[in-house]
């Protein structure tokens, strides 16, 4: 079973948001109480955050799905749900977040350095947040969004200031224990180290880390052995140490065969420029680098050592004859080592510049959704792409025609429809809001201002037509001209009674039945 694990993909997805709620407020005597639904809670994040106690990433190799916990529905009684809870996943010091197509997320270095992997998703508001002056009890709720889901590739590149490298069985273990306070597995057998080991060293008043880094082989840059998987660790080294072992029996070594073998692979590894380091990074093979001949505590290996170190520093190297077992020349190697790591601190201090933060401010006429015209089977088809429609989109529940309308009314606010009509849209067309899990409708214009009513041709309204309504000097006009005919009737009346032609009681009958017409057209 593997107990080190330095690369793994990590499938991430934050909680969903609560669902809002539809709740009306009921009450003795109080029958007009008001929504009085809660808001949905927010689904929790997942963060990687740097955890100095972790050091591998063999938990995530065994259960490579993570989820946040969802936010909770909200009730009745203004009671909004709880949100949900955040996911920490620690993380060791030195670890590179990246997307699937290799672009680097983040570079997590420093205790508590935090990454956003995953966030949460909205929750949903009641009906009490949608209630307006237009839209007194709304009798729908917004739905929980779903949180982020995404893949992520995780890898671990130690945070050392000097590498050790060097052939299996070179004694590069048995360095770092002599010089530190590490204690690796030791063994005399190859690959016996398996995993990258650290150790803290200290010369004079510089204090560095050291890396015992997996034996090279030729061909580990082409994935041969275990060089392949633990070079990485050596990207963020400022400094090599050549171990060189100077006892070997395998026929056909020698201190200058290694040391060439090794450069070789050096050169033929490359470094991953991606990474957000700090200014430049510089090739393996061409940094800071020392020679350290070990096993010199062995009489024929230190007549090698000495024949060999004339050949190694005609080459530019600074050579060391030291012994791990004896503890030989281990203090002027930890010097030298301390020396070429302060000279690169203060290189980095002097291209590092105060932190810059760069603002991204959005365009004051930035739409926020754009539309992409395509073809399906032949037909037309528009797509709305933008994260605020999307996110309407999730939130609506299409069981309710009130929701739906809320939806329609939001969207024409933004200006989509106003943007369909331009890139060619009519009504009937199809149109799509989102790429995967999409919505398609059968688009149809809202209607606005009672447009609906309009039957007539352009310019003319039916609605003008329909008017009648009376004003009070129209009024106070059509009363004197009723008072002035039932005068003349009455006058009428008096002379044909005067003629004779009917009585007094005659008269006093048609003139009470004038008086009730009279009053029936006031009425």
Same mark, same amino acid.
């Given at each position: 079973?593997a107990s080190?694990v330095?690369?793994?993909v990590?499938?991430?997805?934050?909680?969903?948001?609560g669902?809002g709620?539809?709740?009306v407020?009921r009450?003795?005597?109080k029958?007009?109480?008001?929504?009085?639904?809660g808001?949905?809670?927010?689904g929790g994040?997942v963060?990687?955050?740097?955890?100095?106690?972790?050091?591998?990433l063999?938990s995530?190799?065994?259960?490579?799905h993570?989820h946040a916990?969802n936010?909770?529905g909200?009730?009745g009684a203004?009671?909004?749900g709880?949100?949900?809870e955040t996911?920490?996943l620690?993380v060791? =010091?030195?670890?590179?977040?990246?997307s699937?197509?290799?672009e680097v997320?983040?570079?997590?270095t420093?205790a508590?350095?935090?990454?956003l992997?995953?966030?949460?998703?909205?929750g949903?508001?009641g009906?009490?947040a949608?209630?307006?002056?237009?839209?007194?009890a709304?009798g729908?709720?917004l739905?929980?969004v779903?949180?982020e889901?995404?893949?992520?590739?995780?890898?671990l590149k130690?945070?050392a200031?000097v590498?050790l490298?060097g052939f299996?069985?070179?004694?590069?273990s048995s360095?770092?224990?002599a010089m530190s306070?590490?204690?690796?597995?030791?063994?005399?057998y190859?690959f016996?180290?398996?995993?990258p080991?650290?150790g803290?060293?200290?010369?004079?008043?510089?204090r560095?880390?050291?890396?015992?880094?997996p034996?090279l082989?030729?061909?580990?840059?082409?994935?041969k052995?275990?060089?392949l998987?633990f070079l990485?660790?050596?990207?963020?080294?400022?400094?090599?140490?050549?171990?060189?072992?100077?006892?070997?029996?395998?026929?056909?070594?020698?201190?200058i065969?290694d040391l060439?073998?090794?450069e070789?692979?050096?050169?033929?590894?490359?470094v991953?420029?991606?990474?957000a380091?700090?200014?430049d990074l510089?090739?393996?093979?061409?940094?800071?680098?020392?020679?350290?001949?070990?096993?010199?505590d062995?009489p024929?290996?230190?007549?090698l050592?000495d024949?060999?170190?004339p050949?190694l520093?005609?080459r530019g190297?600074q050579?060391?004859?030291?012994?791990a077992?004896?503890?030989d020349?281990?203090r002027?190697?930890?010097?030298?080592?301390a020396?070429?790591?302060?000279?690169?601190r203060?290189a980095?201090?002097e291209?590092?510049?105060p932190?810059?933060i760069?603002?991204r401010?959005?365009?004051?006429?930035e739409a926020?959704?754009?539309?992409?015209h395509e073809?399906?089977?032949?037909?037309?088809l528009?797509?709305?792409?933008g994260?605020?429609p999307?996110?309407w989109?999730?939130?609506t529940?299409f069981?309710n025609?009130?929701?739906v309308?809320?939806l329609?009314d939001?969207l024409?606010?933004?200006?989509v429809e106003d943007?369909?009509?331009?890139v060619?849209?009519?009504?009937?067309?199809?149109v799509v809001?989102?790429e995967d899990?999409?919505v398609?409708? =059968?688009?149809?214009p809202?209607m606005?201002?009672?447009?609906e009513?309009?039957?007539?041709?352009?310019?003319?309204d039916r609605?003008l037509?329909e008017?009648?309504?009376?004003?009070?000097d129209?009024?106070?006009?059509?009363?004197?001209?009723?008072?002035?005919?039932?005068?003349?009737?009455?006058?009428?009346l008096?002379a044909e009674?005067?003629?004779?032609?009917?009585?007094?009681d005659?008269?006093g009958?048609?003139e009470n039945e004038?008086?009730?017409?009279?009053?029936?057209h006031?009425?």
């Amino acid at each position: 079973m593997a107990s080190f694990v330095d690369r793994v993909v990590l499938h991430v997805s934050g909680g969903t948001g609560g669902h809002g709620c539809i709740s009306v407020k009921r009450e003795k005597f109080k029958p007009l109480g008001g929504p009085d639904g809660g808001n949905g809670g927010d689904g929790g994040d997942v963060i990687l955050r740097v955890d100095p106690q972790t050091t591998t990433l063999l938990s995530y190799h065994h259960a490579p799905h993570r989820h946040a916990t969802n936010g909770g529905g909200g009730k009745g009684a203004m009671r909004h749900g709880t949100t949900g809870e955040t996911l920490i996943l620690p993380v060791p =010091d030195g670890t590179v977040v990246k997307s699937r197509d290799g672009e680097v997320l983040a570079d997590l270095t420093g205790a508590g350095t935090e990454y956003l992997a995953a966030a949460g998703g909205q929750g949903g508001l009641g009906n009490a947040a949608l209630a307006s002056r237009k839209r007194k009890a709304p009798g729908f709720a917004l739905l929980g969004v779903p949180g982020e889901a995404r893949d992520v590739i995780v890898e671990l590149k130690t945070v050392a200031d000097v590498a050790l490298v060097g052939f299996p069985s070179a004694g590069k273990s048995s360095l770092i224990a002599a010089m530190s306070a590490a204690r690796p597995k030791i063994a005399d057998y190859p690959f016996t180290t398996l995993i990258p080991n650290l150790g803290v060293v200290e010369a004079g008043s510089t204090r560095f880390t050291v890396a015992d880094v997996p034996g090279l082989i030729p061909g580990a840059s082409e994935g041969k052995g275990l060089g392949l998987e633990f070079l990485r660790h050596v990207e963020r080294c400022a400094a090599l140490v050549h171990v060189l072992d100077c006892a070997t029996l395998e026929p056909g070594r020698d201190p200058i065969s290694d040391l060439d073998a090794l450069e070789k692979e050096l050169e033929a590894y490359e470094v991953d420029s991606s990474y957000a380091g700090a200014g430049d990074l510089v090739p393996l093979n061409q940094r800071p680098k020392l020679i350290a001949l070990n096993k010199v505590d062995v009489p024929e290996a230190r007549e090698l050592a000495d024949f060999v170190r004339p050949e190694l520093e005609e080459r530019g190297y600074q050579v060391f004859e030291v012994s791990a077992a004896a503890h030989d020349g281990l203090r002027q190697l930890t010097f030298a080592m301390a020396n070429l790591v302060s000279k690169a601190r203060e290189a980095a201090e002097e291209t590092s510049g105060p932190a810059r933060i760069v603002l991204r401010p959005k365009a004051v006429n930035e739409a926020g959704f754009t539309i992409r015209h395509e073809e399906k089977n032949g037909e037309p088809l528009f797509r709305v792409l933008g994260a605020k429609p999307v996110r309407w989109v999730q939130q609506t529940d299409f069981t309710n025609d009130e929701a739906v309308g809320y939806l329609s009314d939001r969207l024409a606010k933004l200006g989509v429809e106003d943007q369909l009509f331009k890139v060619g849209a009519v009504p009937g067309s199809t149109v799509v809001i989102g790429e995967d899990d999409a919505v398609v409708f =059968d688009w149809e214009p809202t209607m606005v201002a009672g447009a609906e009513l309009l039957a007539s041709s352009r310019g003319t309204d039916r609605r003008l037509d329909e008017y009648d309504r009376l004003t009070r000097d129209e009024k106070r006009e059509l009363y004197q001209q009723r008072k002035d005919a039932r005068a003349a009737t009455r006058a009428e009346l008096e002379a044909e009674r005067t003629a004779g032609i009917w009585s007094n009681d005659d008269h006093g009958a048609s003139e009470n039945e004038a008086d009730q017409d009279d009053t029936d057209h006031r009425n």
